[in-house]
């Protein structure tokens, strides 16, 4: 339920959090327990649950490049960075509002765990 999720809260400014950049119905936010140096997460303000839901591919493209967008800005692009959806408990999903993670600063592991 919306009301309930803690990202629209934050998209709300309801509670806290150290916003990077907004616009354009997408807001990007520091994860409040970064596993990077960059640790950044790129919302929808309107809640989906998941990349599930998400039925339009245009705001899917525009969170991307809006994720592409805060990692020039937070100057990661050249060196690299990594864009990761968590989908659903196997996906490792915990938090049920659409979000990239944008992650950078140092070199990345493959394949994930
Ligand atoms: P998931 O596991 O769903 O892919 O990622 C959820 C992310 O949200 C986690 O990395 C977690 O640290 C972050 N997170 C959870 N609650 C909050 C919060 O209240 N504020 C911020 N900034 N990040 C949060
Ligand atoms: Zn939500």
């Known amino acids: 339920m919306p009301g309930a ?3 629209c809260k934050i998209a709300a400014g309801e509670i806290p959090a150290t916003m990077v950049k907004g616009g354009d119905g997408m ?3 520091r994860d409040l ?3 990077a140096p960059t640790h950044v997460l790129v919302i929808p303000t309107d809640h989906l649950a998941s990349l599930n839901d998400a039925k339009d591919p245009r705001l899917l493209g525009g969170l991307l490049a809006f994720a592409r967008e ?3 800005a937070e100057g990661i692009a050249e060196r690299g960075y990594r864009v990761v959806v968590n989908t659903n408990p196997d996906g490792g999903q915990t938090v049920f509002h659409l979000h990239l993670h944008l992650l950078g600063g140092r070199p990345m592991k493959w394949p994930p765990g």
């Open 5 to 7: 999720c803690v990202f």
């Open 27 to 29: 807001l990007a936010f």
């Open 33 to 35: 327990n970064p596993q």
């Open 70 to 72: 805060v990692a020039r």
